[in-house]
């Protein structure tokens, strides 16, 4: 883990955020944030509900702006891009959304097909099916390619809006609380899920949770967000290994003693 | 200045956040018609559009073109009786439609049945992260949602204006014929002898400035919806609202415009 930490400490971070404060009205959301996440890493950042982790990587995909500090993805300052350099910038990173955000109005092969024909325009009709089924397939999901969104269970919409991100081939994944509100066996498959994708598509990822089980699973690095800063970091164990009653109580609350 | 919960405010919050809000619809308008003149053009989601607004309102368009054609000649027989008048009715009947009721009752009903739909579609949208998500696949949702709408509501009002017109004028031979026995020709002939090139002229303008309002105004309060379904029911019932009190003070406008160029 020292080696690995060493070898990290020598390469650039493909997400670097430096002093990062946000607020809303009164409401300091972010004070003085900075983390790394280096290439093929899985970090995962915890906290309570409305402690602005989704916030944050709003902020990474330009969704949100900042009020100081920097965020650089991909050696890009994202505050600093211009509308088309924005828009290059996101086709390498993909954003799972929280309740997934597919379009209600499409079938999933036509979620899927969307960011594709519109930012790659070159492709053919064959070659369009095949990145779709190749998603589908990567999601194990390849029988709803027909279906409505919301002909789809929880679980199948989050697989489904991660395979609309993977259809781009993104360097960077964002998941915004990938396994809320769903149950202990479906769960498991999103953290599993996650992984593969990691291997699969050699992905840097964050992942927002409050879920200590998926943080376990699928974080290689754990930050947790407290009061707007980060209190502690580490691998999951040496996070939770805290004298922090904040920390303590997070834990407890998650595991139930 | 005074202030109140700790904000500043120039004036008051109700009079500050009016100005705001008409600055961000003025900025949402510019960037309209800046987007409208650059790639990617969205022409399949445009005709998918123009069928939804267009196509699907049809049989309500009908409907009250029909019984207003119909209800206005009914109405307006005794008034013209009791001069003896009655075979100026097409005459009146056409002006009545062509140069203010068409126009107005398809943008009344367009207003409520496809602003509201605009704004609670792109409403919901929006607070289902569904426009984020666009925003991160890369994709310009302002052009594929905003874009697209607002050139169907332009283009599409109007034609339905002229529909809406066509089957009130039927609905008034009807009741001309039934009354008067007058042939189909003779009505319609009269009809149009007091209608001038300005007079369509006019209300095809009128038609184009309350299709472009009825989209505007529908993808900006669904755009800007805020968070949750209050949200969208708010988007929804705004687009209604400021579509009509516009489309009353653009109705002023034109005609003001219209009766000084007539002189």
Redesign the interface.
């Known amino acids: 883990m020292e080696n690995e930490r060493q070898n990290k400490g020598k390469e650039e971070p493909v997400i670097k955020i430096r002093d990062l404060y946000k607020s809303f009205g009164s409401n300091d959301v972010l004070k003085a944030v900075s983390l790394d996440v280096y290439k093929g890493e899985n970090v995962v950042v915890l906290g309570r509900s409305g402690t602005g982790k989704s916030v944050l990587i709003k902020i990474i995909a330009g969704l949100l702006t900042q009020d100081s500090g920097s965020v650089c993805v991909l050696g890009e300052d994202v505050s600093k891009l211009g509308e088309k350099d924005l828009l290059e910038l996101r086709l390498k990173i993909g954003f799972s959304f929280q309740n997934s955000a597919l379009y209600d109005s499409m079938t999933v092969r036509e979620n899927l097909e969307f960011p594709l024909v519109r930012n790659k325009k070159h492709l053919r009709r064959k070659e369009i099916d095949a990145s779709v089924e190749k998603v589908l397939t990567a999601v194990g999901l390849a029988q709803t390619i027909n279906q409505m969104p919301s002909e789809l269970s929880g679980g199948q919409r989050k697989r489904i809006g991660i395979a609309r991100t993977l259809i781009l081939n993104p360097e960077i994944m964002l998941y915004d609380e990938p396994t809320a509100g769903l149950d202990p066996i479906t769960c498991i498959e999103i953290n599993n899920l996650i992984n593969r994708v990691k291997e699969s598509f050699n992905t840097s990822s964050i992942i927002i949770t409050h879920d200590l089980t998926c943080a376990k699973a699928t974080g290689d690095r754990v930050a947790m967000l407290l009061e707007g800063t980060f209190a502690k970091e580490g691998t999951f164990d040496e996070v939770f290994d805290s004298e922090d009653d904040r920390i303590k109580s997070f834990y407890n609350y998650n595991f139930i003693k | 200045m005074s202030v109140k919960q700790?904000?500043e405010f120039i004036v008051s919050k109700g009079f500050d956040s009016f100005f705001i809000d008409l600055n961000s619809a003025v900025k949402f308008n510019l960037r309209f018609f800046k987007e409208l003149f650059l790639p990617?053009y969205e022409g399949r989601e445009i005709i998918k559009q123009c069928y939804e607004i267009g196509w699907k309102s049809l049989p309500l368009i009908s409907l009250t073109g029909f019984i207003t054609g119909l209800v206005f000649t009914k109405q307006s027989r005794p008034s013209l009786a009791e001069f003896g008048a009655t075979s100026w009715l097409p005459s009146l009947v056409a002006i009545a439609i062509i140069k203010a009721l068409a126009p107005l009752v398809t943008a009344l009903i367009a207003a409520g049945k496809v602003g509201s739909n605009i704004g609670a579609e792109i409403g919901?949208?929006r607070v289902?992260?569904?426009i984020?998500?666009?925003?991160?696949?890369?994709?310009?949702p302002f052009k594929f949602l905003v874009v697209s709408r607002v050139i169907a509501t332009t283009v599409m009002i109007p034609i339905l204006m002229c529909y809406t017109g066509c089957v009130a004028m039927l609905g008034s031979y009807i009741n001309v014929h039934t009354n008067e026995m007058t042939s189909f020709v003779a009505f319609f002939e009269q009809a149009f002898s007091k209608i001038s090139f300005l007079d369509i002229f006019s209300s095809l303008t009128k038609a184009v400035v309350y299709g472009y309002t009825i989209g505007i105004v529908g993808c900006y309060q669904g755009y800007n919806a805020s968070q949750g379904t209050e949200g969208v029911g708010k988007a929804a019932n705004a687009s209604v609202v400021v579509s009509m009190f516009l489309i009353f003070v653009e109705e002023i406008l034109i005609v003001q415009i219209t009766n000084s160029i007539r002189g």
């Open positions: 700790g904000r990617p919901s949208m289902t992260e569904q984020d998500a666009m925003e991160v696949s890369a994709v310009n």
